[in-house]
Structures are given as C-alpha cells and as structure tokens.
C-alpha cells in the first residue's frame, strides 16, 4: 500500500478572530519542525467566489499568493508559519465551488443531470481536499 496521506481538520463556526488561522498555522509549524512534510488548505464558507471584493473590515485583509490569488489573510500566515509558497488550490470559499459546478453544468458535464448539494457539491469539496495532497508529496 502506498503513502497515505493524514488529515487535520481546525475548525470553529463562522467567526472571524477566533485564531483558528493561528492555530492551523502553529499545528503546521509543529508538524514541520518534527520533519513531516505539512501543507495547509482553507475551505471557507462564504459565497464570495474569492476576499478580493470583500470589505476588509468585515472580512480583513486580501492576502496575494505567488501564482495571484486574492485570498484570505490566513493564507500569509500560513505562508510564514509552514515556510512554503502556497498555491490558488490551498484555498477555496462555497462560492467557488458552487461557481465551479455551475460553470460544468453549463457545459454539459454532468450530462442532464439534476444538480443538487449532494452529491453534487459535496462531490466538489472532497475533489478540492484530495486535489491538494495529489499535486506534492505531503504526509498531512
């Protein structure tokens, strides 16, 4: 059987200021001073399809990754915490993904087919999760 990828989920409502960015970010830390290979994704639940138009006194800052992305400032925590350059895929909102569906839908991707959350969306969040840990080596 080949590497098997680990999962840690940090989680705690929709609230911002809660430190759960920080304590992602420290859980990374951690895990990489102990020679682990970690990288982080953030899975928001907002309907904004990214923060770039968000108020940022409701939301904060947009934090900018290399490749482009307006992200979440959590993201440039990340960033320094873990040392590593993160990517568009590390970071997703609802909006995005049911921007996503829709746009294959209209497409004809999904061939007729009735588009509902599950399996639908559901299907697009565990495609995003396991689409992170498919394009590097990672042991979390």
């Known amino acids: 059987m080949g590497h098997q990828v680990k999962y840690i989920f940090v989680f705690g409502g929709v609230i911002s200021g809660l430190g759960k960015g920080i304590v992602a970010s420290s859980l990374g830390y951690l895990l990489k001073?102990?020679?682990l290979r970690?990288?982080?994704q953030k899975l928001d639940p907002y309907l904004n399809v990214d923060p770039g138009t968000m108020n940022p006194f409701q939301?904060?800052?947009?934090?900018?990754?290399d490749d482009g992305s307006e992200t979440d400032l959590d993201l440039g925590h990340y960033e320094r915490f873990i040392d590593d350059s993160l990517k568009s895929i590390n970071t997703t909102s609802s909006g995005r993904v049911y921007w996503d569906v829709l746009k294959r839908e209209r497409k004809g991707d999904y061939l007729g087919d009735t588009i509902q959350v599950i399996p639908h969306i559901t299907n697009e969040i565990k495609r995003r999760i396991l689409a992170v840990s498919k394009n590097d080596d990672y042991d979390i």
């Not at 939301?59 to 990754?65: D, P, S």
């Open 33 to 35: 001073s102990k020679g």
């Open 38 to 40: 970690v990288t982080i």
């Open 59 to 65: 939301h904060g800052e947009v934090f900018v990754l």
